[in-house]
């Protein structure tokens, strides 16, 4: 079984410029979700999709960030504009449903000049 | 009332020995705890799971140890070897609801040979 694809692995920018993350889920994953990990800490729940509706984005700084996920399967978040304070690997995780273990992807390390 | 406070931050071991990891929490509605495993460069991969209906869960040489009038949990590694060297994160959600993780701090432990 594959698992969680990401890309990139490694994302430089300098601040106020935007960038894109893209995530493929494992394949029959209803559930996807987006964290962020800082250097340090535990990983922080952004947003999480049940199938192409959003279940949760409580933690999400919406005038910064978006995601979507067309057609259930991929999903792209974004950052526009970018700020220091978003230095972080952000991952993408998916599951079988809401309540089922998350499986993880290995991330895109951003680094904000 | 979200939090899992997670402890130590850091953690060295001689191979052979035990490594103990512990979490508490204060949200009596979680009932489901994970614990994950993280090397470098890498996503979290889990590694084991109780929910609170037991007091303890073996798998291999990891086992989960659940208090749950406490509200504590830990992880302990029996014989501790070198490739089990990694940041180490628990984990909890409520299944009642979107199943939303809220992880620890994460804590690194050594293995030394």
């Known amino acids: 079984e594959a698992g969680v694809a990401q890309s990139p692995r490694y994302k430089i920018i300098e601040k106020r410029q935007s960038v894109a993350f893209w995530c493929n889920p494992i394949?029959?994953?209803?559930?996807l979700y987006w964290y962020q990990q800082i250097l340090g800490q535990g990983p922080k729940l952004l947003i999480q999709?049940?199938?192409?509706?959003?279940?949760?984005d409580s933690q999400l700084p919406k005038d910064r960030f978006s995601a979507e996920r067309l057609k259930g399967v991929d999903s792209t978040l974004k950052i526009q504009p970018a700020k220091l304070e978003d230095s972080a690997v952000y991952l993408c995780?998916?599951?079988?449903?809401?309540?089922?273990?998350?499986?993880f992807g290995d991330g895109t390390r951003l680094s904000i000049l | 009332q979200q939090q899992v406070k997670q402890s130590p931050q850091s953690l060295i071991v001689q191979k052979g020995g035990i490594s103990i990891i512990n979490c508490a929490y204060e949200?009596?509605?979680?009932?489901?705890f994970p614990w994950y495993q993280q090397f470098p460069g890498k996503g979290p991969a889990l590694l084991i799971a109780?929910?609170?209906?037991?007091s303890e869960k073996k798998e291999g040489r990891f086992t989960i140890s659940f208090n749950k009038s406490a509200k504590q949990f830990s992880l302990h590694i029996m014989d501790s070897q070198p490739g089990d060297s990694a940041t180490y994160f628990c984990?909890?959600?409520?299944?009642?609801?979107?199943?939303?993780?809220?992880f620890g701090q994460g804590t690194t432990l050594q293995v030394k040979p």
């Open positions: 995780a998916s599951s079988l449903g809401l309540i089922q273990p998350q499986h």
């Open positions: 394949s029959g994953h209803a559930t």
């Open positions: 999709f049940q199938n192409n509706g959003v279940v949760d």
């Open positions: 949200n009596t509605a979680f009932d489901y």
């Open positions: 109780i929910r609170p209906d037991v």
């Open positions: 984990a909890a959600s409520t299944s009642g609801n979107t199943g939303k993780l809220i």
